[in-house]
């Protein structure tokens, strides 16, 4: 319709677009935008409804990158974690792999908060190093093979320390 609503005129702001003859993509990346700004109209409401100041809103831009940004984040069932010992065989596997370093200590790019903060497939797994790795939990200064799956940061887990715990909750 061209922004005859306020929804259109929103969604021809910042709308998903890439030239393709297929109609079917069209109208796919058309309601991917469509929910992208309802869901945004729904968040307006809710930060109104809480009386959350206006500088702290989030614009529709910002939104959609934040979308983006989780939905790029979600891991594959099929990929699998192998380190440079286990590649040295020529044995091929069905599913697809990403390689990680020997000496690896923490992530390649920055995590996202909301993967951080999300309590969704956060497990621990005890790594076979032969010398521990260095917490990356704030102020914390020990060492642990405990390793978050989706994180892939070393973290501590003991009666004692429980950086695990404290580093995928939030901070009130």
């Known amino acids: 319709m061209g922004g005859v ?30 929910a ?13 409804a809480k009386k959350i100041l206006k500088r702290n809103h989030k614009d529709l831009l910002q939104f959609k990158l934040e979308i983006a940004e989780a939905l790029a984040v979600i891991p594959s069932v099929n990929k699998k974690i192998v380190s440079d010992e286990e590649t040295d065989g020529d044995v ?21 908060t909301n993967q951080r903060y999300d309590v969704y497939n956060h497990f621990p797994q005890c790594d076979d190093l032969s010398r521990p790795r260095m917490c990356r939990y704030e102020n914390c200064k020990s060492t642990s093979k405990t390793r978050c799956e989706k994180c892939d940061v070393y973290l501590c887990l003991s009666k004692t320390n429980n950086c695990f715990k404290n580093f995928h909750c939030k901070k009130v």
């Open 92 to 112: 091929e596997d069905s599913t697809s792999t990403v390689k990680r370093s020997k000496y690896h200590n923490a992530p390649a790019k920055k995590q996202c």
């Open 36 to 48: 992208a700004v309802n869901s945004w109209f729904q968040y307006k409401r809710v930060v109104v």
């Open 5 to 34: 609503d306020i929804c259109d005129q929103q969604m021809e702001c910042y709308r998903t677009w890439f030239k393709t003859r297929k109609w079917a993509w069209k109208v796919i990346l058309h309601f991917i935008d469509l």
